[in-house]
């Protein structure tokens, strides 16, 4: 059976706020020297993933971690980086930036999901946090992002974007109501890589590998 399209979706390596312990988010840190190396270990993996000469595209999320992930891979497969902003992370507000631990103190759990559950209260979950985004939100916003990749022909696609949003993604190439993802998540890991594709007989879509790490050996 062949296949018509793969994306492979791609979360940034390591980052100032990691080594911080500091909020995420729309917080824009760089890359540390080691998150470098294994971004450079991420384009390595797809140029031997994407054959020579296939219509390859590069899509990142504008933050500088993220972006400067897609230039590295996008320089090894002879394409372009192609801005998404809305395929940043989750925004967590006047939080981000600040140390993990001024999070950790105010955040508000979600409620915990019984016989009654509605996920419509788990995706419009106020966290507590000023200017944060809810689950929604975050969600509409980068399966709104993805819906634009797919409107683009690409025998290969490469999303580079973040932790959330990572499985957000995922759940749009699935083709999941956003309704559905109240509770669901797909595992992700810095630096991970998750294939998805299309085959061309039933049109089925199909997660291929989730969060792979292997290529990052010990970097």
Not at 205 to 215: P, W
């Amino acid at each position: 059976m062949a296949i018509t399209r793969t994306l492979v979706v791609v979360t940034h390596p390591e980052s100032r706020h990691h080594l911080e312990s500091r909020v995420g988010g729309w917080h824009d840190s760089a890359l540390t020297v080691r998150g470098e190396f294994q971004a450079d270990r991420i384009a390595a993996e797809l140029q031997s993933r994407i054959p020579a000469g296939a219509s390859a595209q590069v899509f990142t999320s504008d933050l500088r971690r993220a972006r400067a992930t897609a230039e590295m891979i996008a320089d090894r497969l002879g394409s372009r980086v192609v801005d998404r902003p809305d395929l940043r992370e989750k925004s967590y507000g006047v939080a981000e930036g600040r140390a993990q631990s001024w999070l950790d103190e105010r955040f508000v759990f979600p409620p915990v999901p019984d016989d009654a559950f509605d996920h419509a209260a788990r995706l419009d979950h106020a966290e507590g946090i000023d200017g944060a985004e809810t689950r929604r939100e975050a969600g509409a916003r980068i399966y709104a992002a993805v819906d634009k990749v797919l409107a683009q022909r690409a025998s290969h696609q490469v999303v580079v974007t973040h932790g959330f949003a990572h499985t957000f993604v995922i759940g749009r190439w699935l083709e999941l109501p956003l309704e559905a993802m109240g509770r669901a998540t797909f595992a992700a890991r810095s630096g991970c890589i998750t294939e998805l594709v299309e085959d061309d007989l039933f049109g089925n879509r199909t997660l291929q590998s989730l969060a792979a790490v292997d290529h990052l050996g010990d970097a």
